[in-house]
């Protein structure tokens, strides 16, 4: 089990849905952060949030809003996606960002159809 | 952050020690060697991270050599449970981002 908790666990959408990833942690760290992974390839490093507040936006796309609401909650939401944007989204948390370790949960798998 | 090589696969007898090598020789005095598993379907793990000198805890051991350019994970009697792909990392202690590579897929046979 994980302390990461991620829902949902499996996605369908269609390119002109609207949907969002949730991510919530009770382990009181203050950073939080998103990773994308394409099948057999490493985790990619898409958002990191400092205390509620957006730290690093690694060229994402607009497609994807990060929200991060309180220091317990991280959403991802997802607007006119396409098909490439299949993966599994991993959310992770951390004491503060940049701190180690990394905390994750076993993602979201998203498929666009 | 430095660069890691790592082999993209191995495999181990069931019960062996399993030793996973890093290559990581433009690391830099400030960076730290982490590593993290993943299996199948979850996300990754922390096993463990050091700077200079060996670490142990109840998931394994890392050993740097002196002059920091490799590491070595050593997990010490394999399981099957321990079939992942495993990541070392090298970073900063201040750095925001985890760049993953590629990873070394560990197979552990019966």
């Known amino acids: 089990d994980t302390e990461v908790t991620q829902t949902p666990k499996h996605l369908v959408m269609g390119m002109t849905n609207k949907k969002s990833l949730k991510c919530e942690q009770h382990?009181?760290?203050?950073?939080m952060y998103w990773y994308k992974q394409k099948a057999k390839k490493p985790p990619e490093l898409m958002f990191v949030?400092?205390?509620?507040?957006?730290?690093i936006n690694e060229s994402v796309p607009s497609r994807f809003s990060p929200e991060c609401p309180n220091s317990s909650l991280l959403n991802l939401h997802l607007h006119a996606l396409q098909p490439e944007d299949s993966a599994l989204y991993l959310c992770?948390?951390?004491?503060?960002?940049?701190?180690?370790?990394?905390?994750f949960g076993n993602g979201t798998r998203l498929t666009v159809t | 952050d430095a660069k890691t090589t790592q082999p993209p696969s191995m495999d181990c007898a069931e019960g062996r020690a399993a030793n996973l090598p890093c290559n990581h020789s433009?690391?830099?005095?400030?960076?730290?060697v982490y590593w993290y598993r993943q299996i199948h379907s979850q996300g990754p793990q922390y096993i463990i991270h050091?700077?200079?000198n060996n670490e142990t805890n109840e998931m394994a051991s890392l050993i740097i050599t002196e002059d920091r350019k490799s590491s070595t994970l050593i997990l010490p009697h394999a399981t099957l449970r321990d079939t992942a792909v495993y990541y070392c990392?090298?970073?900063?202690?201040?750095?925001?981002?985890?760049?993953f590579g590629p990873g070394t897929r560990l197979s552990v046979l019966p």
């Open positions: 992770a948390s951390s004491q503060e960002a940049g701190e180690a370790p990394l905390h």
């Open positions: 949030y400092s205390y509620e507040k957006l730290s």
């Open positions: 990392i090298v970073r900063v202690a201040i750095s925001q981002n985890f760049v």
């Open positions: 382990m009181g760290h203050r950073a």
């Open positions: 050091g700077l200079k």
């Open positions: 433009t690391i830099s005095g400030n960076e730290y």
